[in-house]
């Protein structure tokens, strides 16, 4: 089942263009993370999918029958709400079919009808439509997750880590069919990342997101798609797959660069003696003369792409150590000190 299309779709802004007649889908299952240097509109491209921003050129088709989940990268909530009434007026009209059926439920117990019957089987499809059976549950499953327990305390004083989690919980409580997240990892400590990475791999939702985190990246997507030059390049697979992929494109590339230069030298010369003969085969070779020249003068060496996170994420390992020195006065202390701590060890 296709969830998103995205057709011929271009961005600009004052004196740039972000991407242009860019093209891609996704199925349900897909688990795509977007990436690219800084500046290029990747949250903007995500953004226009969401329904927050506008292109100036192409199409979105987003299936009517799924749910979608926005997860921005710095959400901004009314600092004067508490978290029970943001969480109240996200999912107002949730709320709203839960009262419903709790009406028709009291009603038909009062007084069986045909209407009240109706009326019951009318807010039942309801519930079912929103997977609204267990939202209560849900709720505090997720507020405890993300340790949000006072719902009294108001949005301003929350920290930059905690209205992260709260978006996340308000956005993971819809039970999307896709979400789209812009740097989900951003404010949030290792335990909380740990817990998104597995839980988000596990689940069956389809994700499109944007993150500099590879490890994130690694455990969670099935598909990478790199934007380069307002271009787009699919890649199966997580993201180690994708920088060995990357690094045959760019090898390929790089090689019919270096032919198209020792085919332009030769046409050069060609060019140069200026056939006076411009029969329709010449012109198709000046022609292709020009074409060549492009491709031979085409930039083969770029920056890495760098991909980070804030704090150290490797694996089962929690300190490593390599060649530590230390010493006080003539005392030492180290001397090329070598180790590495690994989770779970408890050393003395």
């Known amino acids: 089942m296709v969830y998103l299309t995205v057709e011929n779709m271009t961005k600009h802004v004052p004196e740039k263009v972000l991407f242009e007649d860019i ?5 349900r299952g897909d688990k795509i993370g977007l990436i690219a240097d800084n500046g290029t509109g990747k949250s ?9 921003a506008f292109a100036d050129e ?12 926005y997860l921005e990268q710095d959400p ?25 059926y709790e009406k028709a ?8 009808t045909e209407e009240t019957q109706a009326r019951f089987e009318e807010t039942s499809a309801a519930m ?16 405890s997750r993300f340790a949000l327990t006072d719902l009294d305390q108001a949005i301003g004083t929350l920290s930059g880590g905690q209205k992260k989690r709260l978006a996340m919980a308000i956005t993971l409580l819809d039970d999307p069919d896709l979400l789209i997240l812009d740097e989900p990892t951003n404010h949030l400590d290792i335990e909380t990342i740990e ?46 797959d994708f920088l060995v992929k990357r690094e045959e494109r760019e090898t390929i590339f790089k090689s019919e660069v270096d032919k198209a230069g020792k085919l332009f030298k030769k046409e050069l010369e060609w060019m140069r003696r200026s056939p006076k003969a411009r029969t329709s085969k ?28 804030k704090m150290s994420r490797i694996g089962g390992k929690i300190l490593e150590m390599k060649n530590v020195k230390k010493r006080f006065g003539d005392s030492i202390i180290l001397d090329g000190f070598t180790h590495t701590f690994k989770k779970g060890e408890r050393i003395g």
């Open 23 to 27: 093209s891609f889908s996704m199925t």
């Open 58 to 69: 192409g199409a979105i088709y987003i299936n009517e029958d799924i749910r979608v989940g």
């Open 128 to 143: 079912d439509r929103t997977n609204a059976w267990d939202y209560e549950r849900r709720l505090k499953a997720l507020l």
């Open 105 to 112: 439920v009291e009603l038909q117990a009062e007084h069986y």
């Open 282 to 309: 010449a012109k198709s070779r000046i022609n292709k003369f020009y074409e060549i020249g492009d491709k031979a003068g085409t930039k083969t060496s770029k920056d890495a792409l760098k991909l980070e996170v």
């Open 44 to 52: 903007t491209l995500l953004k226009i999918i969401a329904g927050k």
């Open 195 to 240: 817990w998104l990475e597995q839980y988000l791999a596990r689940s069956t939702v389809s994700i499109l997101m944007v993150t500099h985190d590879r490890y994130f990246l690694d455990s969670v997507c099935n598909h990478i798609i790199e934007m380069e030059g307002g271009k787009l390049y699919n890649h199966k697979g997580n993201y180690a």
């Open 76 to 100: 901004d909530f009314d600092h004067n709400l508490t978290i029970a009434d943001l969480i109240n007026s996200a999912h107002s009209e949730l709320s709203a079919v839960i009262a419903a």
